[in-house]
């Protein structure tokens, strides 16, 4: 079993190090043999949180180059938050001691799309779906604000406001952050040639 990153510094240098050998072909698929397998039967410990978009093509493991109990991972529509969210993240910081949050949003997403489109059409879509997209409006607003209306950017604004979000919904988080006990950082996924680029320091 390797030893858990125990700084947010280094935390981010072994994700960044295991999307480097996504990239370029390279993975060594750690800590997913049998042996590791049972050996975290009874406990995890986390060395990042990946607060991350459900695209099906975002598979924090595999982008990451990680194994079993190496990432906690949150998932939603447009990396959208919601109470859910937010206890999940403080339970991997405050229990777990995880020393990482990555807030994981990508090019091309749909959920950013959708709430363009629902604010140049001026409606929205019906159901819980329009939740989504009504939590995502505020990005496309603050993007507006700046004279911003690509797609690709507007998700780079959007991973920067969810970055700020989470800590100040979370007291919990922002403690953790201010007494340097944890990081918030924001990165976007590129769809075509699978790098992850970090768009937010918190």
Do not use: W
């Amino acid at each position: 079993m390797t030893e858990r990153p125990a700084t947010p510094e280094l935390a981010l240098a072994e994700l960044r190090a295991g999307n480097e050998r996504f990239v370029t072909g390279t993975r060594i698929h750690p800590n997913q043999d049998a042996e590791h397998r049972a050996a975290l039967a009874g406990a995890q410990a986390p060395f990042a949180v990946i607060f991350g978009c459900s695209d099906s093509r975002l598979a924090a493991e595999i982008i990451f180059d990680r194994g079993l109990g190496d990432l906690f991972v949150v998932r939603t529509a447009g990396h959208t938050v919601g109470t859910a969210v937010l206890g999940s993240v403080e339970y991997a910081v405050t229990i777990l001691k995880t020393p990482l949050v990555v807030v994981l949003g990508h090019n091309s997403c749909g959920a950013v799309r959708a709430a363009c489109d629902a604010v140049s059409e001026g409606t929205s879509p019906s159901g819980f779906l329009g939740a989504v997209v009504d939590a995502v409006i505020p990005s496309v607003a603050l993007a507006a604000s700046q004279q911003v209306n690509d797609v690709d950017q507007i998700v780079d604004i959007h991973i920067q406001r969810t970055v700020r979000q989470l800590q100040h919904l979370s007291e919990t988080l922002s403690r953790a952050v201010a007494e340097g006990r944890c990081a918030v950082v924001g990165m976007s996924y590129q769809l075509s040639d699978g790098k992850a680029r970090i768009v937010s320091t918190g």
